[in-house]
């Protein structure tokens, strides 16, 4: 279970921070395409139960993410 929570806030955290070869996005979309997808990441690509807990506190995502992010 450790792996799969690991995996969904490992995409969050891609996706939410700037890489050389993309912009960081915001918080929006960052659960749109985690909750809904995109051309690389689908839903189905996560633990079913995790993902319903994702759901369930993805707005206190932004907060730790924002509290832990390298400056």
Do not use: W
């Amino acid at each position: 279970i450790e792996g799969r929570i690991t995996i969904i806030c490992d995409i969050y955290d891609a996706l939410m921070s700037k890489r050389p070869y993309k912009p960081a996005l915001e918080h929006k979309e960052a659960i749109r395409i985690i909750t809904e997808g995109d051309s690389r990441t689908m839903p189905y690509h996560f633990c079913p139960e995790v993902m319903a807990a994702f759901k369930e506190i993805a707005a206190e995502f932004e907060e730790i993410f924002e509290q832990n992010k390298e400056r």
